[in-house]
């Protein structure tokens, strides 16, 4: 069982959309049209689901009392990236191949954003305190709805 709070958790979870909005940002830069209009939706939507965990990040920290300033240390943070790096947005892959196509963009967003589930999926199963699985669920619904929402694009791209 791991012990992460509900304020490590969403730390994470900014850490997981800054990490997909650099990713998507990047690949555009070698793509032209639909996909690279697909890619800085993707990245726009990234950047939307960080301003959203960031809002609960800071509401929930509003209601702390404990001191959670180790947060802000940029230690702590280099080790919770480390937790999730090339875990979900695989940087030795080439940006060139994964976005060779809208199909493959498709393909690899709902790759990447099925292993987020996963990711949240694994956290949410060894945590036992209620705030943290009610945040962590809200989490993987959001990401769930990108899954969905690419997929359609996908299916759209292929009829």
Do not use: C, R, W
Not at 27 to 41: P, S, V
């Amino acid at each position: 069982m791991n012990n992460f709070n509900g304020l490590e958790i969403l730390k994470i979870a900014i850490l997981m959309e800054e990490e997909g909005q650099k990713f998507y940002t990047n690949g555009a830069k070698y793509t032209t049209g639909k996909i690279k209009d697909f890619l800085l939706a993707a990245a726009g939507q990234e950047f939307i689901h960080k301003e959203q965990f960031t809002k609960i990040y800071n509401d929930l920290l509003e209601k702390k009392e404990d001191d959670y300033d180790y947060l802000f240390d940029t230690d702590v943070t280099a080790y919770l990236k480390a937790l999730i790096e090339n875990k979900v947005f695989d940087k030795k892959e080439p940006a060139e191949d994964a976005f060779k196509s809208l199909k493959s963009a498709l393909e690899y967003a709902i790759k990447s954003e099925k292993l987020t589930v996963e990711v949240y999926t694994k956290m949410y199963e060894g945590i036992s305190i209620g705030e943290v699985k009610e945040v962590l669920s809200g989490l993987i619904e959001q990401e769930k709805a990108h899954v969905d929402y690419f997929t359609k694009l996908l299916s759209e791209i292929e009829e």
